[in-house]
């Protein structure tokens, strides 16, 4: 019988430092990308935020999965629970990352997997997530599980200071 080494599961406690060690490299590789530093800014907060990590650990209107190969945690992904002005609810795919030396291995489709049947176990109505312009293999990912997109910001970049 074959095991699958790539897997994904419900996080827990013990996995919240490797979370945050995987969440920390991923901050910085997307300072580089194009709308990165305006993400990290507004969008994404104090990513990552432990008290909303813990929360989703601890399944309170959200949910934490750890993507794992062999065991060991490589990938995370986090969705929050929103009640919508209708009184349905959509998920929101907060954090999803998987350390970019072991992509392609599958613990990114085990992991999305897991969450999507998480959030329609939960009742949503549908699963929102984000891609940064230009992060085309971001986008096919999420397309290959039927999410399309819904909403484009645009944003222009004013010289203040000479900073932009």
Same mark, same amino acid.
């Given at each position: 019988m074959h095991i699958p080494m790539e897997s994904a599961r419900l996080a827990t %406690? %013990?996995?919240? /430092? &490797? #979370? =945050? $060690? #995987? &969440?920390?490299r991923a901050r +910085? $590789? #997307? !300072?580089?990308?194009r709308g990165g /530093?305006?993400?990290l800014q507004r969008e994404a907060g104090q990513w990552p935020d432990r008290d909303r990590l813990t929360a989703a650990v601890d399944g309170r209107s959200a949910a934490a999965v750890a993507g794992c190969y062999d065991g060991i945690v490589f990938g995370y992904g986090v969705v929050v629970y929103e009640e919508l002005l209708d009184g349905t609810t959509v998920a929101r795919?907060? %954090?999803? !990352? !998987? %350390? =970019? +030396?072991?992509?392609?291995?599958?613990?990114?489709?085990?992991m999305m997997n897991l969450l999507l049947e998480l959030a329609e176990g939960a009742g949503c109505i549908g699963i929102d997530s984000v891609a940064l /312009?230009?992060?085309r293999s971001t986008k096919n990912f999420f397309e290959s599980f039927g999410l399309k997109a819904r909403l484009l910001t645009v944003h222009r970049a004013f010289d203040v200071d000479g900073a932009t």
């Open positions: %406690d %013990d996995d919240l /430092p &490797a #979370i =945050e $060690a #995987i &969440a920390d +910085e $590789a #997307i !300072v580089d990308q /530093p305006m993400y795919l907060t %954090d999803f !990352v !998987v %350390d =970019e +030396e072991i992509r392609g291995s599958g613990i990114g489709e085990a /312009p230009g992060d």
